[in-house]
């Protein structure tokens, strides 16, 4: 079956779907939209995704926007290992979690987002920074806390969750924009924990074919 | 059961959850928690919900946070009706249009993000607005496309989904931020039906005990 995920080596977003993919144990193929040229809104991309944005994962038939909307959908139809485990209690207690990420940091740091910051609020890099490190300190507070009571290794106890998939990607994040993560112990020893899964180190940005370092 | 969702009647976040509760027939008692004085800061309120933001909904036992983690969780253990129906890829294609809203709008132009804007870069209301309203265009010019291929009178087909109980609070919010809606003749004509289901119609901001109108 083709499968295909669309997306961009530093994309905290897709870097989460290709954990997921990982965890699951399916295989893919990695189309690059590159992002720096606004490879997104061109218009053969724009067919497939009308939203223009990555990730966008194409399974067999189906065409699938948004991170956490393909994930639900992996957890759907390859179940197992499941990524959102648990009663119905304990997944909305996953899926706060990984919204602490996915919609309470990473929207408003954005790169759509800082490059309005930059371009037409004039704003240097200090202040970019600074606008982002805001909003990750305010996520990574709660998730430090979670962090700390976890009943388990993982961010929701013991396993390995979308929690935990929202999570990696966000550290990243962070210290491209040079948040102080010495408040968050938790979070590292859990990040330190994830990466020896294999599926968490094949995704990282930095081993994906296309990555770029200048 | 105890069921209280603790709210504010200009949250969208929490309107949407209204409406899901009030989709699902259920009821509930609301507490207020007032954006305005910073009430989602308070202790009592932190330890209940260590992340201080709204909604949050006890059910029962349970504690819940995150607008789009409370609903899922509602479809799990109240499926009657459905509010993410169909297949997995067409319950995926509602989460990404629910998300599109709850992701790729809304977090960016939250209260405390739009105080940020005016506090610490120095915007004027009309900055603010304009910042709005950039991303809110972004979102409503997919969503238009969404509503104008729809298959049936809601933006995912036939049935009310998750993805019209995220739109309609959206509307809400554009034009609080003076959004020209104009070139959103479908969202606009879907919003007008919607107002029909008592479920939305109750959970209008404007008809909330608390609604306070200066």
Redesign the interface.
Known sequence: MNRTLYGYWRSTAAYRVRIALGLKGLEWDQSVIDLRFGHQSDPAFLKLN??G?VPFLVDGD?G???S???I??LE??YPDPPLIPGT??E???I??L???V???I???NNL??LN?LRKE?G?DEA?VNQ?AQ??IN??FR?LE?AAQVSTGPYLAGNMVTLADICLVPQLYNARRVETDLAPYPGLLALEERLFRLPAFEAARPENQPEAVFV
């Open positions: 009308p939203q944005m189906a699938l926007a948004q956490l909307a393909i639900e959908y759907e139809v119905p209690v997944r909305a207690r899926r706060a990984a919204m602490t996915a919609c309470d990473h929207p408003i759509r987002v309005y609020l704003q202040g606008w805001r909003w305010a996520g709660s806390q």
